[in-house]
């Protein structure tokens, strides 16, 4: 993608240049590099300094970069949101209803009760602070 590209990509995805870190990880794959004294900057005093080389280019390469690092931040919904911006949006799968959270027990105990939160909007709302629901349970000795 040429330079041109990438700025009309990213406005589209961030409303307007110089945001996001699809902005910032794009300039480091078009060829940005930190200052000699990177290491004396805050992550907050770096993020401001990057920017899209003039002459910088953005490979395919380096596009699956910028959202394999989205993916490895757990950033799924912004993915979502830019494919959408983009005309190609993802099937909507309605509320992921499994869960990852379990609690194990051992033979020397028995469940007794187990509660099991729902939600039927996606966490974190204003409900649910976080996208862990609780887990509960109440055990007796056998």
């Known amino acids: ?9 990213l406005v589209l995805i ?3 240049l110089c945001r996001g870190d699809e902005y910032r990880e794009a300039g ?12 004396e900057l805050s992550h907050e005093e770096l993020k401001k300094l990057v920017t899209l080389p003039s002459e910088g280019f953005l490979s395919l390469k380096g596009f699956i970069t910028v959202y394999q690092k989205e993916l490895e931040a757990g950033k799924f ?18 509320v992921f209803r499994a869960r990852y ?7 020397g105990v028995q469940p007794l009760a187990v509660i099991d939160f729902d939600s039927a909007k996606p966490c974190p709302n204003a409900e649910e602070p976080s996208d862990h629901l609780p887990v509960a349970a109440c055990f007796i000795s056998k």
């Open 1 to 9: 993608m040429s330079l041109t590209d990438v700025e009309k990509w």
């Open 14 to 16: 961030n409303g307007r």
């Open 28 to 39: 480091k794959q078009m060829g940005w590099k930190p200052p000699s004294n990177a290491d």
């Open 77 to 94: 919904w912004g993915i979502n949101h830019d494919l959408a911006l983009l005309g190609e949006p993802l099937d909507d799968c309605g």
């Open 101 to 107: 959270d379990r609690m194990y027990c051992t033979s």
